[in-house]
């Protein structure tokens, strides 16, 4: 399958801090990348969907000032947390997909530890 | 919003066992993939459908998309330890430009060797 790499893996910033999580799409071109948000024993929930060159669609419920996606690029998406509290604390996937309807492949994930 | 409904939630097998789990929905959709997850790790995909009616096979895996386009089954023949993690259904919904890829709840799998 195609290789898509998530960066840090891990990170512990204050509150108050932003964080910049990247997902880039290693071996292939990205038209889609889809943000996830997983706690404990829980399952993923889509954040937003970024398509090259346009702005994300966030699901209702999530803050579009507090998350900031940028899909710059077909091999980039990056997740920016603002103002970061300890209730973001979480688990963060992305993947990415050649486009929409075909195979989704995902980054390792960062877990964000808000102190 | 679309929901997935995706059990079992949890099984606990004998190595050598087959396993299957499914997915349901209310709602039609164009694609259903299927991943597993190792704790602290990204879901990798195991395998994807993209025609109703569709059955594939990966290995020990076989997966269908089903007829009426809302539900999707996987199955494992003859498990063995290091299937163990959390099995998820995903499914693609919407337009071309619009689609959205959401999970079921996760099939958490033990096996007992």
């Known amino acids: 399958g195609a290789v898509v790499s998530q960066h840090p893996s891990r990170v512990i910033c204050k509150s108050g801090t932003s964080v910049k999580i990247e997902c880039r799409s290693l071996d292939f071109q990205a038209t889609t990348m889809f943000w996830y948000r997983q706690f404990p024993k829980q399952s993923l929930m889509l954040m937003a969907t970024s398509n090259e060159g346009s702005k994300a669609t966030y699901e209702q419920g999530v803050e579009k000032d507090k998350f900031l996606i940028n899909h710059a690029s077909l091999t980039l998406s990056t997740l920016t947390v603002t103002s970061a509290h300890p209730e973001d604390s979480s688990f963060y996937i992305c993947s990415a997909s050649r486009g929409v309807s075909t195979e989704a492949f995902f980054g390792q994930g960062t877990r964000l530890t808000v102190v | ?113």
Do not use: H
């Open chain 2, 1 to 113: 919003g679309q929901q997935l409904n995706q059990s079992p939630q949890s099984m606990f097998i004998q190595e050598g066992e087959d396993v299957s789990m499914n997915c349901t929905s209310s709602s039609i959709f164009n694609t259903w993939l299927w991943y597993k997850q190792d704790p602290g790790e990204g879901p990798v995909l195991l395998i994807a459908l993209y025609k109703a009616g569709e059955l594939t096979s990966n290995g020990r895996l076989t997966a269908q998309f089903g007829i009426t386009r809302k539900d999707s089954f996987l199955n494992i023949s003859a498990s063995i330890p290091s299937d163990v993690g959390i099995y998820f259904c995903a499914g693609y919904y919407g337009s071309s430009n619009t689609g959205k890829l959401i999970f079921g709840q996760g099939t958490t799998l033990q096996v007992k060797p």
